[in-house]
T-cell receptor, first 110, second 118 residues
């Protein structure tokens, strides 16, 4: 079993929809999590850090459920520009202990 | 601020050739790292450095060397390229390598280097 697992998608949603992705992790020692956004053929860019139960930034909300070992990303009022791959990252300690999921692809359509 | 700069963006090599991927950051980051990204797999750590003169192996170090003579630069050397090293390589840095919730260990990535080994 992969340490961080994501549904690869693609999730195809219309503009304005609300969409949620889940990311499950197997290492209970994971201390913090990150969601990165990666556009096609570009580098990952930080979307959100999650150090406690969750985080919210505008249309984006991340929630951490330590009991069930998953972290979710909710995107409200989806925009065409939200189309990208979203990488879930777990951290069990220092920066060299990051574990990346394979990503969930989101396609927002008109 | 340029952030993290990687060169070259694209490279084609023949099996057995050697080359160096360059990475430079101008943010005075302590921590620097190299990842490779392959289809169907998450980013995998090749080598990392927690400061000038200090390097260590990551998850997939075989076939690669690194050095950190300055805070700014962290080149990745492919010693004898193999087709299995065809990948997209990302250099990433952070202010600190320490854990915790300060945000100091959040990675900033370079634009990537696409390497094809024939």
């Amino acid at each position: 079993r992969k340490e961080v697992e994501q549904d690869p998608g693609p999730f195809n949603v219309p503009e304005g929809a609300t969409v949620a992705f889940n990311c499950t992790y197997s290492n209970s020692a994971s201390q913090s999590f990150f969601w990165y956004r990666q556009d096609c053929r570009k580098e990952p860019k930080l979307l959100m850090s999650v150090y406690s139960s969750g985080n919210e930034d505008g249309r984006f909300t991340a929630q951490l459920n330590r009991a069930s070992q998953y972290i979710s990303l909710l995107i409200r009022d989806s925009k065409l520009s939200d189309s990208a791959t979203y990488l879930c990252v777990g951290n069990t300690g220092t920066a060299s202990k990051l574990t990346f999921g394979t990503g969930t692809r989101l396609q927002v359509t008109l | 601020n340029a952030g993290v700069t990687q060169t070259p963006k694209f490279q084609v090599l023949k099996t057995g050739q050697s080359m160096t991927l360059q990475c430079a950051q101008d943010m005075n980051h302590e921590y620097m790292s190299w990842y490779r990204q392959d289809p169907g797999m998450g980013l995998r750590l090749i080598h990392y450095s927690v400061g000038a003169g200090i390097t260590d192996q990551g998850e997939v170090p075989n076939g690669y060397n690194v050095s950190r003579s300055t805070t700014e630069d962290f080149p990745l050397r492919l010693l004898s390229a193999a087709p299995s090293q065809t990948s997209v390589y990302f250099c990433a840095s952070s202010y600190s390598s320490a854990g915790g919730s300060s945000g100091a260990n959040v990675l900033t990535f370079g634009a990537g280097s696409r390497l094809t080994v024939l």
